[in-house]
T-cell receptor, first 111, second 116 residues
Framework: RKEVEQDPGPFNVPEGATVAFNCTYSNSASQSFFWYRQDCRKEPKLLMSVYSSGNEDGRFTAQLNRASQYISLLIRDSKLSDSATYLCVVKERTGGFKTIFGAGTRLFVKA | GAGVSQSPSNKVTEKGKDVELRCDPISGHTALYWYRQSLGQGLEFLIYFQGNSAPDKSGLPSDRFSAERTGGSVSTLTIQRTQQEDSAVYLC??????????????FGPGTRLTVL
């Protein structure tokens, strides 16, 4: 089993749609969680951190379920500019912090 | 301020040659990471430096790969006797500290390595 698993997609949605991505992680001792965004042929950039209480940033909502070892990202009112690959990231405490990236979920938003 | 920079941006080499990839992290960032990303794949962790501590080399795929970080700043990733399967984008990232749970990693633009 992979340490961090994501549905690779692609997800093809029309503008204005709501889309949800899921991610599962294998290490129950994982400490912190993130969603990064990666545009085609570009470097990843932090989209948002994911806290136990859940958090929202504009059209984006992230949730964490520690019991099920599951993280989600919800995008409301999708824009063309949301088209990208969304990477689920987990940090585990192993001496320092080991960072594990999921393979990513590709999103295409179409007019 | 300046972000993470990497050089060269592109490197084409012949199988069997050695290559050096350079990363300049953000000033003041104590943590530095190297990752590899093959076409259409996720990021593969290679190595992690935190301050003056011994680096976490657990992700290096073989003993042909090594990395140094001099003076707690610039890092060089060296691949000896390159193989075609080494072809990938090599990404460097830095963060304020690797020991903070929620410290953001800032990525450089990457070095695209092609081994012929």
């Amino acid at each position: 089993r992979k340490e961090v698993e994501q549905d690779p997609g692609p997800f093809n949605v029309p503008e204005g749609a709501t889309v949800a991505f899921n991610c599962t992680y294998s290490n129950s001792a994982s400490q912190s969680f993130f969603w990064y965004r990666q545009d085609c042929r570009k470097e990843p950039k932090l989209l948002m951190s994911v806290y136990s209480s859940g958090n929202e940033d504009g059209r984006f909502t992230a949730q964490l379920n520690r019991a099920s070892q599951y993280i989600s990202l919800l995008i409301r009112d999708s824009k063309l500019s949301d088209s990208a690959t969304y990477l689920c990231v987990v940090k585990e405490r192993t001496g320092g912090f080991k960072t594990i990236f999921g393979a990513g979920t590709r999103l295409f938003v179409k007019a | 301020g300046a972000g993470v920079s990497q050089s060269p941006s592109n490197k084409v080499t012949e199988k069997g040659k050695d290559v050096e990839l350079r990363c300049d992290p953000i000033s003041g960032h104590t943590a530095l990471y190297w990752y590899r990303q093959s076409l259409g794949q996720g990021l593969e962790f290679l190595i992690y430096f935190q301050g003056n501590s011994a680096p976490d080399k657990s992700g290096l795929p073989s003993d042909r790969f090594s990395a140094e970080r001099t003076g707690g700043s610039v890092s060089t990733l060296t691949i000896q006797r390159t193989q075609q399967e080494d072809s990938a984008v090599y990404l460097c990232a830095s963060s304020l500290s690797g020991t903070g749970s929620y410290n953001e990693q800032f990525f450089g633009p990457g070095t695209r390595l092609t081994v012929l």
